[in-house]
């Protein structure tokens, strides 16, 4: 991703912070989900088509196996050994990936969390620490 685009995709990210967190939701300032501001960001800066993952249950990833987060990343991004800004990490929770962020500049990460809604944290910390899965990014994009 060149230096202009992953400072796009940081500033959009930072657009949504203090949204509060709200299961399938996608409006600035009134309610996100760790799913939906993927979508949104990366579509904003022209990463992403116009997509809809929705319908999923807030729980899915504590009663199946089935990788659907990972699922609909691999259809954009390939994973990369080290994060670069504008970069997603992903997190499993439950039994699979169920948890993304945008990459600030590692470890600093942004991402709407389900007690804190959408903030910068360190992504190798507090309720996030060994449960970093990997680093991806935009299939094409250096």
Known sequence: MNNDLRDAVVAEA???LNTPYR???KIKGVGVDCAMILVD???RVGLLPEIDPRPYAHDWHLHRSEEKYLNWVTKFC???EVAL??????YKFGRCISHGAIVIKWPIILHSYITDGCVMAEGDRGALENRLSGFYRFRGIE
């Open 23 to 25: 299961h399938y939701a």
């Open 14 to 16: 930072k657009t949504w």
């Open 78 to 80: 390939d994973k990369v």
């Open 41 to 43: 960001v990366y579509y």
């Open 85 to 90: 800004p504008g970069d997603l990490a992903l």
